[in-house]
């Protein structure tokens, strides 16, 4: 994976330049440290709070999160392929021997990256807040932290799978960033929840229902649990054929008659 | 084994109800070390069969094989030996210079212990070396120009596709892109290179074709084609003395020369721009065959004449482009 040559050159892409940018990024460490020193600290939160208000910081913790993440990524990630062929150096990127899989792969795994790096900031709180509702009460399971995060992850990859599709498909960022926006808010929000009147199971491709009602839900009944199960590898599934299709598309060359 | 090899290609594209055919049965051989100059109007087809040889384009009909490779049939390993530059390129503007030719090399699998010293060579034949940690984005045009075409060499391919390499570069950029590919002609690179700076191309280029309307009209080496197409060859020669004599002489053989006459003292030659040697000097067009033009000097010295020079002033290639094409596009 760390050989993939467009893996490398994306990274180097989001190092840190200059001194105006490195100066940004330690303010907002400084500040995402205060933060978790406020609220490891925190006596209210860590140690005053029941268990419940607890896990209620966490799920407001973990929806803003999610919610910020839906927001990001298809903005960051629509333009991965369509970027290119607007600066134009898709084409010669598309001669060199990298195959079309190495190509997608490697631009997703940086987005992916990218991605996974976002979570951290976050996860030292929430680890202390497990760690403070395991100590106490066998009522939440452990579980449930790995499975938050794992659902986070797997609707992150399904985001910018369908990205990087439309940036495949579209040559203008702009309409790539529109289409993706469009189809995972209007069709897989607003659009399964219109229509879970006709199929009641479409509801659960709905990622925010996924994520709010099911992963953060303090209960999760063994049937509940199946469905989610099913919800997420069908996204998954769906966002692999979406890469395949875009891994397909992308060096086909122009056909004349 | 011809490096580069065209047979019947064709490449139509349909609009709608219409059909536009951008290549009409195009045939083209490059032997190893030719420089081939491509000449034609804009969307003559020359960016077309360049896309084509490079396996981004696929053609409607004919065979496309370079050193060997079938590129229809086998695009990557047709790929491995060519180095590609488009007429419209764009570079990663936030990485170092080093860091592009890095991810390049990366992309063909050469070795990493390896890498450093490719990208320090490319670097230096394209002149960038003092380059070598600035970022992409502070570079001039032309020297963006230049890294791209060292982007192109990092594998060390036999055969350069060079799409207009000089096309909106100033004077100087020009020269150091016109030095840089003589450089890679002494290395024996077959080069393809199309451009619409006339003079230059005639200055490297071994062979020349213009196509027009996907027709390639004419093709070979640069003089015999100026030859053949106005049917004449300027010669222009300098005697020590007896310059009525050499006129005289050039007048008993019109089979082979046509329209003799003395310049001026040290005139300066028009098409060449040359400053001639102290003499007298004589110009006449040579109808005869090309590889024979010297008969008509060993008549000359067999005669007793003193010769001092006789040579072909530089073909302007832009009247013969004038003359061979319409200003037709496909």
Not at chain 1, 133 to 161: E, N, R, V
Not at chain 2, 50 to 69: C, D, F
Not at chain 2, 142 to 163: E, I, S, W
């Amino acid at each position: 994976m760390w050989n993939n040559p467009v893996l490398r050159k994306e990274l180097l892409r989001y190092k840190l330049r200059n001194d105006k940018s490195a100066r940004i990024a330690g303010l907002v460490i400084t500040a995402l440290f205060l933060l978790v020193l406020y609220l490891l600290t925190g006596r209210y939160i860590l140690f005053g709070a029941s268990q419940s208000v607890a896990y209620s910081v966490w799920q407001v913790i973990m929806g803003l999160q999610f919610t910020a993440f839906m927001l990001i990524l298809p903005g960051t990630a629509g333009n991965i392929i369509s970027k290119e062929r607007e600066q134009q150096t898709l084409e010669m990127l598309l001669f060199t021997p990298l195959s079309s899989a190495e190509i997608i792969v490697g631009k997703l795994l940086s987005s992916l990256l990218l991605f996974a790096a976002m979570l951290l900031p976050l996860l030292p709180i929430n680890i202390l807040i497990w760690a403070r509702l395991i100590a106490h009460s066998t009522h939440y399971p452990f579980i449930q932290f790995f499975q938050t995060y794992l659902t986070q992850f797997l609707i992150g990859y399904f985001i910018l799978a369908l990205s990087v599709f439309f940036s495949n498909l579209l040559s203008r960022s702009l309409y790539a960033i529109l289409a993706s926006y469009t189809t995972l808010f209007g069709l897989f929000c607003i659009g399964t929840g219109l229509l879970s009147g006709l199929v009641p199971s479409l509801v659960w491709l709905n990622p925010f229902v996924l994520f709010f009602e099911h992963s953060l839900a303090e209960n999760q009944s063994p049937a509940d649990v199946l469905s989610f199960t099913m919800a997420l590898f069908l996204l998954t599934l769906l966002a692999t054929v979406l890469l395949a299709v875009s891994i397909a598309k992308l060096r086909k060359p122009v056909q004349g008659m | 084994m011809a490096m580069v090899e065209l047979n019947n290609l064709c490449k139509v594209y349909k609009t709608g109800s219409d059909t536009l055919t951008a290549l009409d049965n195009l045939n083209l051989q490059l032997e190893k070390g030719d420089i081939f100059g491509f000449i034609g109007p804009n969307g003559a087809g020359k960016t077309t069969t360049i896309k084509i040889i490079a396996t981004l384009l696929l053609p409607s009909a004919g065979t496309v094989r370079v050193n060997g490779v079938d590129a229809l049939k086998e695009p990557g390993r047709a790929r491995g030996f060519i180095g590609y530059m488009p007429d419209f390129f764009g570079v990663y503007d936030d990485i170092k210079v080093w860091e592009y030719l890095d991810f390049f090399a990366a992309a063909y699998k050469i070795p990493k212990d390896r890498r450093p010293g490719i990208i320090s060579d490319v670097l230096e034949l394209t002149d960038l070396s003092v380059k070598k940690d600035a970022y992409v984005e502070s570079l001039s045009r032309g020297m963006k120009q230049r890294l791209c075409l060292a982007k192109t060499l990092v594998h060390d391919p036999p055969v350069m596709l060079l799409d207009e390499p000089a096309s909106g570069l100033d004077p100087r950029a020009r020269i150091e892109i016109r030095e840089l590919l003589k450089e890679l002609q002494a290395m024996g690179k077959t080069i393809l290179i199309s451009s619409h700076i006339l003079p230059e191309m005639e200055e490297f280029c071994n062979k020349i074709g213009i196509i027009e309307r996907g027709k390639m009209i004419v093709e070979g080496d640069v003089k015999t084609l100026a030859q053949n197409v106005r049917g004449y060859q300027s010669i222009t020669l300098t005697v020590k003395a007896n310059a009525e004599q050499a006129l005289h002489m050039l007048q008993q053989m019109p089979e082979l020369v046509q329209t003799p006459s003395i310049c001026a003292e040290n005139h300066k030659i028009a098409e060449g721009s040359l400053q001639m040697p102290r003499g007298c000097t004589l110009q006449f067009q040579y109808i005869g065959p090309p590889e024979e033009e010297y008969a008509v000097l060993q008549a000359l010295v067999q005669a007793g004449i003193q010769v001092r020079s006789f040579f072909t002033p530089e073909t302007d290639l832009e009247d013969l482009f004038m003359r061979v094409t319409k200003g037709q596009v496909a």
